[in-house]
């Protein structure tokens, strides 16, 4: 459990901070309210919230589907908040997701409303999404050939081992040139990252690498912080595959932030 907050203007920094990552108001009072307090019934976080018993109940339960709260099977039921840290994490994975979902959704409109469509909405503008795996590596081949400043990479080493066994010359030259490459990886591919990758580009003083325990879902590229490359790999079955490119300044500058608020907080690979 996190631990106690006394101060009353910081628990109201909390509820701001998570209305903003999509909670709405009752939900927010509740998780907050609830992870600076002991196991609890619904009654009690009630009274401290001064939230009506029923809308109390109601907003548990979604906090719940959301995995911010967990129940504990005791008489009268008792609830539990995961930790904020755990519990900004899940909201800043699902806001990342959605935000994803209505980028490939608002694709799709664009096309079936264009004749002829193309892979590019103008020449200024670019917001593709591919559905074939070929056609994503040599996008991000034809990306890091033309790269001048900066790749900024998080995802699975699986994925980026893919990338330098199939390319070696193209990654290499790119962080011999001065490029500078900086790759963050899952905390639990520790013990498994691969000896290539040290072998081939750890010998550059361009390339950092940080490991972090948040959720990594999917794997995205950002070059010369002007476009985004995103690729969501099949799982649970799905036979679906899924990569999205973008330079539009809005969508390229929320995925730059949320690799620099994760390599802030990520720990670095020696």
């Known amino acids: 459990m ?22 709405n108001t009752t939900q927010a009072k509740l998780y907050a309210s609830l992870a600076n307090t002991n196991n609890i019934t619904a009654t009690k976080i009630s009274e401290l919230t001064k939230i009506a018993r029923s809308d109390t109940y109601q907003t548990l339960y979604e906090l719940t589907k959301i995995g911010l709260v967990e129940i504990i099977p005791e008489q009268p039921k008792r609830f539990h908040a995961v930790p904020l840290k755990e519990g900004f994490s899940i909201l800043i994975s699902r806001r990342q997701a959605a935000t ?15 004749e002829n469509a ?18 994503s590596t040599k996008k991000a081949n034809s990306l890091a050939s033309k790269i001048e400043k900066t790749i900024f990479v998080m995802g699975s080493n699986r994925v980026l081992l893919q990338w330098v066994l199939k390319e070696p010359n193209l990654i290499e030259d790119t962080v011999a040139r001065g490029v500078t490459l900086r790759v963050i990886f899952p905390q639990k591919e520790k013990d498994d ?5 040290n072998r081939n580009l750890r010998k550059y003083p361009t390339f950092k690498s940080r490991l972090t325990s948040e959720p990594i879902n999917g794997t995205f590229a950002i070059y010369d912080n002007k476009t985004v490359l995103l690729n969501i790999e099949p799982n649970n079955g ?3 595959y899924h990569s999205l490119v973008s330079n539009n300044e809005v969508f390229v500058n929320i995925f730059i932030s949320y690799f620099e608020s994760i390599w802030r907080n990520s720990e670095e690979l020696n």
Do not use: H, R, Y
């Open 238 to 240: 799905d036979s679906k």
């Open 2 to 23: 996190d631990k106690l907050i006394s101060n009353d203007k910081v628990i109201d920094e909390i509820i701001v901070t998570l209305i903003e990552l999509d909670l």
């Open 193 to 197: 990252l691969s000896p290539e990758i």
């Open 118 to 135: 193309q892979e590019k909405i103008s020449d200024e503008e670019e917001f593709t999404v591919f559905a074939e795996k070929t056609k």
């Open 100 to 114: 994803v979902k209505l980028a490939i959704q608002a694709n799709m409109i664009v096309k079936t409303f264009k």
